[in-house]
């Protein structure tokens, strides 16, 4: 007797159409990096991502096939211009790679979690795997050549302390030092918005579409003001600021992207953005680091609907796969 499969559910359906989009536009970008990257250790990094990427698109397509569900509209060579000059130097890739390996981690682990039938579930672990992998050979290789910058040092603690005081979560006024939890929010969301601004910096020179041009210059004054305060917060505790690696933007301006690529790209980073300061804001037990992660949280969450605005405007947003609406079926 055949083994029964289980049809896939919203959650796996829904995993899976993101999925494939995501990874079929990291492929556009990966492609673009490898053909312009003269760092041979950069360059294998790249090539082992983009198979990688590659092979969750030819996968992601089968699985649909197999289930009669249509194949969502991804991203082709038509969306990258290799021709164009290079917008970003080698390091650049580098980041790129390290930084997207970091989110996969992160949003694949919310999606595996939401699955059951094997081999979907068998494919996001996969995938999990594949992003630490990444992950690590990126950061080894940030490390190996000297642009890794690590999290504020704090000394080892002598014995295990309990919380004594209410005060213990006062922000304003006289506060207690950051904890070593805290810390390591704002390092990484300091670390991440430089990114950030790197990539507004050199999509700004060369987006020649108003609309689009004003959006990402927004996004890069959010960011700037992000780096500011958490920032500023470390100076005042005398725990100094994050510091920019060396990864120069080009002088180039003419776009090796399609508008659409961009603001979708624009599109996904926002929605991890968004998650990630909802996790830093439930682990940060100071109101003043509260009441900062609450702000951006919103006014990136208003700053999305803009780019979704675009999207839908210009016809390039697909709609996920979506239940039925049963009260117009029973209408008369």
């Not at 919203?10 to 989009?21: H, K």
């Not at 038509?78 to 021709?83: A, E, F, G, P, Q």
């Not at 694949?108 to 996001?124: G, L, P, Q, W, Y």
């Not at 992998?133 to 080892?156: C, E, F, W």
Request: some cysteine.
């Amino acid at each position: 007797m055949a083994a029964h499969t289980a049809r896939l559910s919203s959650a796996e359906i829904g995993g899976l159409w993101a999925t494939y989009l995501q990874e079929s536009m990291s492929v556009c970008l990966i492609k673009y990096f490898i053909y312009h990257n003269q760092d041979e250790e950069i360059k294998s990094l790249l090539q082992q991502s983009l198979e990688i990427s590659e092979s969750h698109v030819l996968q992601i397509g089968s699985i649909f096939k197999n289930e009669g569900i249509p194949i969502p509209d991804g991203f082709s060579e038509n969306d990258i211009d290799l021709t164009a000059p290079p917008v970003f130097y080698d390091m650049f890739a580098l980041s790129f790679v390290y930084s997207l390996s970091r989110l996969g981690m992160i949003n694949t682990s919310f999606i595996t979690v939401n699955v059951a039938r094997e081999d979907v579930m068998e494919f996001f672990l996969t995938m999990i795997n594949q992003a630490s992998h990444l992950y690590q050979t990126s950061t080894n290789l940030l490390l190996s050549k000297g642009i890794y910058d690590r999290p504020p040092m704090i000394p080892y603690p002598k014995h295990v302390e309990y919380i004594k005081k209410k005060s213990y979560i006062k922000g304003f006024g006289e506060k207690r030092p950051l904890n070593s939890i805290e810390l390591t929010e704002i390092f990484f969301n300091t670390e991440r918005n430089y990114f950030s601004i790197l990539l507004c910096m050199g999509l700004l020179q060369v987006i020649k579409d108003k609309e689009i041009h004003s959006y990402i210059k927004e996004g890069k004054a959010i960011s700037e003001k992000q780096i500011r305060v958490f920032n500023d917060i470390l100076m005042k505790e005398e725990l100094l600021g994050n510091i920019p690696t060396a990864m120069e933007v080009t002088d180039a301006t003419v776009s090796p992207f399609s508008d659409k690529l961009v603001v979708m790209l624009f599109h996904s980073l926002n929605a991890i953005d968004i998650t990630l300061l909802g996790h830093a804001l439930s682990l940060s037990m100071r109101t003043d680091l509260a009441l900062h992660y609450q702000k951006f949280m919103i006014e990136i969450m208003l700053y999305a609907e803009k780019g979704f605005n675009i999207l839908v405007e210009r016809g390039w947003a697909q709609q996920a796969p979506q239940a039925v609406d049963r009260k117009n079926l029973q209408k008369l």
